[in-house]
Structure formats: C-alpha cells, structure tokens
C-alpha cells in the first residue's frame, strides 16, 4: 500500500493540509507564553500567623509548635519548616509532586482548625494560608522613594495606588510590599508617670481604644426626611490622640500627652528598605503560572506614566529589575540559533546537492515542522521557553533527514529514466515503510524522558513532548509534501553542462572520497589497534561523564543577583539595620554594579 500516492496525485488537498499545518503554527506562535523555563508548579503552602510583640521564641513554642504537629498528620508532606520572628510565623509546607494543591489547601485548613484550641486566644486573626510556588520569583521590581515627604506617606501611594492597580493587571499573582511603612500613632508611655498618677497601663489601653471608634450610630425618620447620623469618633493623627482623657484623680482629667510621647509613626518601625542609598519602598510583582512574562511586564510598564502623573513630583519611582530583558535576551539568542541552524542545515543541503529545486524541497520539510509544533504546543499549555526552544533548534537536524531519503530516491529512480511522477510513485512505495520506521525509532529515543519522575521528569518533559512532534511532523511532510513537491519540480540532471563551482566541489567530493577510502583501508588493515582505540575512547568517556562537574539546570545570568546576612541571635534591629546599610554600600560601589536594594 503507497499512502504517499494519495498526496501526490492531489497536489491542492497537499497544499492546503501542509499550509493549514503552518498557519495554525503561525497563530499559535504568536499567542504562545514566553518564559525562562518550562512552568513547574511545585504543591507549596505558606501558612502565616501573627501575635503582635511576641518573641520569636514565644512564637516557635505556642504557634509553630501547635501547627506543626497538626501538619505533621498530612498525608504527602515532602518538607515542613518554619521561621519564627518578633510577631510572626511563616510555616512552609511542601508536598509530593503527586498530590494537588487544591486537596493540600483543603487539609491545611482543617489542621489550622484543629489546632484552634492550643493557639494563644490573644491572637489579633486565627492563622491564614496561600498556595504558593517557590519557583516563582518576582518578574518586575519597583522602588519608591522620597528625601522630602514622611515614608508612611509613600508607602500609602505605593500601597493604595500603584500596588492595587498592579494587582488588576493580566497574569499578575501579588504584589508583595518590602520595606512597608503603614501610617501609625504611636503613644510612648513613661513608667514614672503612671506610676506617679497611679495609672495602670491597661486603663490607658482602654482610653485609646473607647476614644478612636467608628461604630454605626443610627438613623432618624421623619414624616418627610430621614437622616444618617455619623459618629466622628475615628482619630487620625497624633494630635488628635493627645487631648484623650485617660483617667480622673483628685478632680482632675489626666490627658494621654502628659503621660508620654504621643507621635505619628508607623505600625511596625523594625523594617526598613533602601534603594541605592536612600530610603525607599520596593514593590516585587509575582505573575501567575502559565501567563506571559514578557506580556505581564510590558502591561505594568504601560502604568508607569500614569502614575508618575498620579503621585507627587517629590516621589521618585524607578524600575530596580526587569525579569524580561534577560528573558527577552535569552529567547532572542535561541531564535536567532535556531535561524542559523536551519540556514547551515539548508545551505548544506545545497552544497551537496547543488540545485536549487532539488534544495528547497528538503528545505520545506524545516519550517512546516517547526512551525506545525507551536500549534501543538499552544494545545498542550506550553510556553516558548529555553527547553522548548533548544528541542526545537536539535530537532532541525532529525526533521531534515526523511524528506533527503525520500528525495534520494526520487532522484534514484529519474536517473533511472522514469518520469517525475512516476519516480515519485515508485520512490514513496518503496521509502515509505523506511521513513515510518526512521520517524518512530527517533521518537523512541524521547520516550523514556516521559516516563521521568520528579521536577527533572516535569522540567524536561515539555522538551521531550516538543521534540517528539517536531519529529512526527516531518515524518508527515516526508510523506506527503516532499514526494509532491518532487513530482512537479525536480529536473532531469545534463551531465556536462555544469560550471566551474560544480565542477570545483564535484572534484572536492571526489576527494574527499578518496581520502574515506584510504583510512578504510588503513583501518581494517591494522583491526587490533582500530580496536583499541575504539576501547580507549569507551573508557574515557566513562571516566569523563564520572569526573564531569554536575548541576540540576545550567546557570544562567540574568543581571541580578540576591544575598543574605546572617548575624548573632542577640544583635538588635538598629545594629542589624546599619551593616546591612553597610554592606549594600560595599556592593554599590563596584563599577559594574547599576542598582543595589537592602531591605
């Protein structure tokens, strides 16, 4: 049976399956994500609770502790750790690749529940929890800084205004706020005072917090009107604090301003973010999985003059990274090699050929192949990322090498002096059931990939998967198009009418041929050495895939670079605050460094 023959008598049913094949490419490429690597969404859960003035062993013990050992009754928990600060606790629980996250977040939840009862009752909120993906790092950072105006007020612009409109935006996750300074009063109490006027620090607790309400307060209806009544009772600076009675003794009203500083500040002053020397808020945009990088980077971009528009002059907004230009720069240079790569492949093609005709048919076989894979790419939620591209750019090399076959023996049987046609139908009979084999023992090689398991197995397998159908695609085409293409387009050779570059590389080959044939001989006339130096290089490609350096992914450099201190247990926030001030100083002052961010 020649299913070739079909395609080759319907030379417009050919036409329009291999175009159709290359428009939905054309379409899928343009819709598909753009991203440094293959999406990997690892079961993370990030569970948070907060006691206010707690220490960090007060929080290990009477939070952590408690969620843990609930946690710890999960099925499929991979790891489990918590950190412990003044206040807070964040819990990191990751699972097996095998679980969901939706049916993790759902035991999460009833453990939080479970362990309601050990947790400290003072607790301003119970625990909360985010499904999170530590593989995703923030694509875009923003900085936010002023020498004129209070940080509390540009924390308002950089969460109220800039940090919700993100939020909105298109494959945008959250908006994470470093450095965060939310307006606060804070009333610093002397002990000598209370202790002089008797006045416990609870009544002023109860003072502060029956004078600032905003309750409902009613309503009024009349015959005609009716009226809202609103309470004013909400406080909003400092000196508005001050005048609050706390207390009577002997007759007379005790204010809040006598019994200490009554200052606006902010809620939390142990975090502090400096921008390149200056004070600053930093805002980290984290996409959602699956979405464009480069799209979400490029929305956010078209916000920027609008809100320089929006906030003061005095307040500064720069951009302190870009997670696309290094992701545009990587997939620019991928493209650019897989050009080049089918470029040397067809140019090869013609070298060895030499005609044009007889160069192009092969030569078609490259871009309906690759560009049929985007279609099913797109089908698979894949993105064009560096693994993705790189099975794309290898696989140029397999996807040429069925429709060279075909077009062989094409050739083969026109020299033969049978017509284009009929050599077309006599070649695919007798090629068809070698290209099938060729094609399926080539997409047998990636098989095993598929199988993987673990995040090698996910990271790797939309590079298996891309490979394979860029393989069973030119397997088609090598059927179906080339056979076409070569009954209507290939010529009949005239031997000595060629010109000199023919005859220069004919003779080239010849030699080329020559020299083949001497080391053959030289080779199977001395067969023990052959051998041993078969079993030399045998051995030291053993002992150069063991000594070999070994990673998980090769490095890549993206322009910026994260670090981390780590100081004494008992060194204190101001200590703490001024060597990492320090160090981001040091870092700052290499010539090859742009921008430097402490938080």
């Keep these: 049976m020649n299913l070739s023959r079909i395609f080759i008598e319907r030379p417009v049913m050919t036409a329009l399956t291999c175009f159709a094949i290359l428009l939905f490419g054309a379409i899928a490429f343009r819709a598909l994500p753009v991203a440094a690597l293959p999406s990997v969404d690892y079961p993370t859960i990030q569970v948070a609770a907060a006691l206010p003035g707690a220490s960090p062993d007060t929080m290990a013990s009477t939070v952590a502790t408690p969620l843990e050992r609930e946690f710890s009754t999960i099925a499929g928990i991979q790891s489990m750790n918590s950190t412990n600060s003044l206040g807070n606790t964040s819990i990191t629980v990751q699972f097996t690749l095998d679980r969901k996250i939706d049916d993790a977040a759902q035991d999460i939840q009833a453990a939080i529940s479970r362990a309601g009862g050990r947790l400290p009752p003072s607790m301003p909120r119970p625990p909360s929890y985010n499904k ?43 908006v994470q706020v470093f450095g965060a300074q939310k307006y606060a009063v804070r009333v610093q109490v002397d002990p000598d005072k209370l202790a002089a006027r008797g006045i416990g620090i609870d009544e002023v607790q109860r003072a502060v917090a029956s004078s600032n309400t905003n309750l409902p307060t009613g309503r009024i209806d009349g015959d005609k009107q009716a009226f809202t009544i609103e309470s004013t009772g909400s406080l909003g600076s400092a000196s508005a604090y001050r005048p609050i009675i706390v207390a009577w003794r002997n007759g007379t009203a005790v204010r809040l301003e006598e019994l200490g500083n009554v200052i606006d500040g902010v809620d939390n002053d142990k ?12 805002l980290a945009v984290q996409r959602q999985p699956g979405t464009n990088t480069v799209e979400v980077v490029d929305n956010i971009k078209r916000l920027l003059p609008e ?32 050009l080049l790569t089918i470029a040397v492949v067809v140019l090869v093609i013609f070298l060895f050929l030499r005609n044009l005709s007889a160069t192009l048919i092969p030569g078609c076989a490259v871009p ?58 006599n070649a695919a009979r007798e090629i068809g059931f070698t290209i099938l084999s060729m094609t399926f023992s080539l997409v047998a090689v990636f098989i095993p990939v598929l199988f993987m398991g ?20 030119s397997g ?17 050779e005239h031997h000595g009418g060629h010109g000199l570059a023919y005859r220069a590389l004919e003779g080239g080959f010849n030699l080329l041929q020559r020299w083949y044939e001497l080391t053959l001989g030289i080779a199977m006339r001395f067969r023990l050495v052959t051998l041993s130096i078969a079993i030399l290089m045998l051995v030291g490609t053993v002992y150069l895939f063991l000594t070999m350096p070994t990673g998980f992914i090769p490095s890549q450099d993206s322009g910026f670079m994260f670090a981390g201190t780590l100081g004494p247990q008992d060194a204190s926030f101001d200590w703490v605050a001024a060597h990492n001030h320090a160090a981001g100083e040091i870092m700052r002052a290499h010539p090859d460094v742009g921008h430097v961010g402490v938080f």
């Design 368 to 425: 309906f192949s690759i560009v049929g894979t985007f279609a099913v790419m797109y089908l698979l939620g894949y993105s064009l990322n560096n693994l993705s591209l790189m099975a794309l750019t290898l696989s140029v090399g397999f996807v040429v090498d069925d429709a060279i076959v075909m077009l062989e023996n094409i050739v083969r049987h026109m020299e033969m002096g049978e017509s284009r046609l009929t050599a077309a139908v």
């Design 454 to 473: 673990g995040i090698v197995g996910r990271l790797l397998h939309e590079f298996s998967v891309t490979i394979v159908v860029a393989i069973l695609i």
């Design 307 to 338: 809100f320089r528009k929006e906030i003061p002059p005095a307040v500064h907004l720069s951009i302190a990274f870009d997670a696309s230009q290094s992701i545009r720069g990587s997939i620019h240079d991928v493209e650019f090699t897989l």
């Design 271 to 282: 975090i502090m973010a400096w921008y390149d020397n200056k004070r600053a808020v930093i």
């Design 476 to 492: 088609f085409v090598s059927l179906t198009l080339t056979p076409m293409l070569g009954s209507r387009f290939l010529k009949h």
């Design 132 to 174: 999170v993906n530590p593989a995703e790092q923030p694509v875009f950072y923003l900085a936010l800084d002023c020498s004129t105006l209070p940080m509390y007020t540009v924390n308002e612009y950089a969460d109220t205004l800039l940090a919700q409109r993100i939020s909105m935006v298109g494959g945008v996750s959250r």
